[in-house]
């Protein structure tokens, strides 16, 4: 088993201890399940709700042109927050590069050091995901379960292969002592 204890330096795995911890990991494991379920769900519901969304356009766009933002039904309020339409944008990239093509090599470079001072640094957290339980005692064990098993397969394999030999040196011992 020298062979696994050589891997150890490339498996890097911390064990959490805090009670706290444990339990807040817990809770948001199982909320991310609940928003997996809820992401599979809508998915199935996006068909139907686009046949809803094809139907309703036309009283939306209906509201628009009679200026009204409120329809409703028995139990429910329709409210228009915002009318859709065009929207025009503007590329504020496109245009700086723009402009800087058509101004002479001194203007050029006071733009360019504007936007290198407007740059701003900003504080970027942490990202994480919380996966299934781990079942096993910690990622080397892992590995140490599927090298042994390797090691456990070739070994049965010479065994075998050893004793076949063995058998066939005892028949040739046989043969020579009768020479």
Not at 34 to 46: D, G, W
Not at 86 to 99: G, P
Not at 118 to 140: D, M, R, T, Y
Request: no cysteine.
């Amino acid at each position: 088993m020298k062979r696994i204890k050589k891997f150890e330096q490339f498996i890097s795995e911390a064990k959490i201890t805090d009670n706290e911890i444990t339990g807040k990991i817990e809770e948001f494991y199982n909320l991310q399940q609940q928003i997996e379920f809820l992401k599979a769900e809508l998915k199935e519901k996006e068909a139907a709700f686009g046949q809803f969304k094809d139907q309703i356009t036309p009283m939306i766009d209906d509201m628009k042109e009679l200026g009204d933002k409120l329809a409703e039904t028995e139990g429910y309020v329709v409210k228009v927050s915002r009318f859709g339409g065009d929207r025009e944008t503007v590329s504020w990239k496109d245009a700086f590069a723009l402009a800087l093509s058509k101004v002479n090599a001194a203007t050029q470079k006071v733009l360019n050091e504007a936007v290198e001072s407007s740059k701003k640094v900003s504080k970027i957290g942490h990202s994480f995901k919380i996966e299934q339980v781990i079942k096993e005692a910690s990622i080397l064990d892992k590995v140490k379960k599927m090298f042994s098993s390797v090691i456990d397969k070739f070994s049965n394999v010479f065994k075998k292969e050893s004793k076949e030999v063995d058998k066939a040196n005892s028949e040739l011992e046989k043969a020579t002592k009768g020479i």
